[in-house]
């Protein structure tokens, strides 16, 4: 009886991995009920159009966060002087600076990128929420200094917190007004939030200005691929609504949005456990060393593949009768939607982890390499798709590209002793059929995405 609650305690690697873990899956999981509950209340009290302006306004601030992301989180995480006070200062200060600038950049770009999607709207609600961009910069370093030591309860809590402060304002301002301008000073209020939370109740020196050239020199160092792969991760992660912004109606965005994110909810899951514990086992524990590294290698890749993938594959199950229960008849369409992002998200999660065996050995230049091909074939699939067969070719082009990036994915994995494949070729196999299936039971209700 009192194993499994034993496997949890002590500071060993493996105890504070599965805490973590269990952290991860508190904090995301809560997260997203969260996120479901105000999506279905908000559903109810907006239109199906105010949720594809904010997914034009989350493009830019999002896109924003990552054309600019210099990898301080990663640098803390990987770096032998990431509990250095002097490190951490100036590596807040950067931050500072960059969330400064980002508000600036926000601002300069809201004309065109109204004019770009035919919005004017956008004038307005791109501003203000671009305030989020400013006030995350001054997030404290006792954020990352958590994440590195996998001591991430009491975060989590004040995550979830912060969340809530900022759902409630959204609901009650929607049932004042009905205007997206609930959703947009909800995410406003939300970062000020975690920003008071975090500063007052994580504990840890204060950051303050300090520019040491050293770390500021370590930190570039690193950091100059990390700016180079987070931008390809805009691509990667918001690009196809960057795209399908110019290709269907406010409503249609709307409904895709919402189905995405029912759909993704297992993955986003997944790289939300992935970056939290595998950066600090394949530092901890390299391949290279022992056997015995190589087998808590290969669990972890088992693990991760059947738990996300297996949720997938129920959230495409389930999709359209999760829908049709949940949201009235104006969002019906988001229900096929769900399947198909769902079943597309699939072929990710096979090499998921690899990408972090690089950053863990602070290869930023093969993380990069990586990115730049997965986001340069994303973007091509979801234009030929969108253009030549309507979004059920802009989704399934989403699990097409996993396949052709893959071959790279086994020169990084290599590179670092990370390849798993007897892992990768069970899991294709095995997840195609029961994808084939899920797909056989609902053909009739994605058909008609494919009218779109």
Partial sequence: MTRPAAAFSGSSLFARVLRSTSWVLIGYGGSQALRLASNLILTRLLFPEAFGLMALVSVVTVGLMLFS????????????????????????????IRGTLLFGVACLVTGPVAQFYSEPDLNTYLPIAAVALLVSGFNPTRIETA???????????LDLISQV????????????????????????????????????????????????????????????????????????????????GRFLSLEML???????????????????????????IY???????????????????????????????????????????????RYLLSGPIVTLVSLALIPQVIGMTYDQAALAAGDGRSFFILNLIR??????AILIGITQF????????????????????????RKHHAWGPFHDLV??????????????????????????
């Fill in 147 to 157: 994440n590195r030591h996998l001591l991430i309860g009491r975060l989590t809590v």
């Fill in 283 to 329: 530092r901890d524990k390299p391949a290279f060393m022992n056997r015995e590294n190589q087998r808590k290698h290969q669990i972890m890749r088992v693990g991760m593949t059947s738990l996300i993938a297996g949720l997938l594959l129920v959230m495409a199950f389930v999709g359209p009768a999760l829908v049709a229960f949940m949201y009235d008849d």
């Fill in 390 to 413: 309507g979004l059920i070719g802009a989704i399934l082009a989403i699990g097409v590209v996993p396949f052709l990036v893959y071959p790279v994915q086994v020169w990084l994995a």
């Fill in 375 to 380: 986001a340069s074939l994303q973007i091509s």
């Fill in 69 to 96: 992301d210099v990898g301080i989180s990663p640098s803390i995480a990987q770096s032998k002087r990431g509990d250095d006070p002097d490190f951490l200062n100036t590596a807040w200060t950067i931050q500072v």
């Fill in 254 to 280: 709307g409904l895709y949005n919402i189905g995405f994110f029912l759909g993704s909810f297992p993955s986003m899951l997944g790289f939300a456990i992935n970056q939290r514990i595998a950066i600090p």
């Fill in 427 to 452: 899991a294709v196999i095995t997840l195609a059929l029961f994808a084939a299936s899920v797909m056989s039971l609902h053909w009739d209700k994605t058909s008609l995405i494919s009218q779109l």
């Fill in 165 to 244: 402060l900022g759902l409630v304002f959204m609901i009650v301002m929607a049932v004042m007004t009905q205007s997206i301008m609930s959703l947009v000073l909800g995410s406003v209020l939300q970062e000020v939030a975690k920003l008071v939370l975090t500063h007052f109740f994580l504990p840890g020196a204060r950051n303050k200005f300090r520019w040491e050239t050293a770390a500021a020199a370590e930190l570039a160092h690193f950091g100059k691929w990390i700016f180079l792969s987070t931008g390809l991760a805009f691509l990667i992660s918001q690009g196809d609504r960057a795209i399908l």
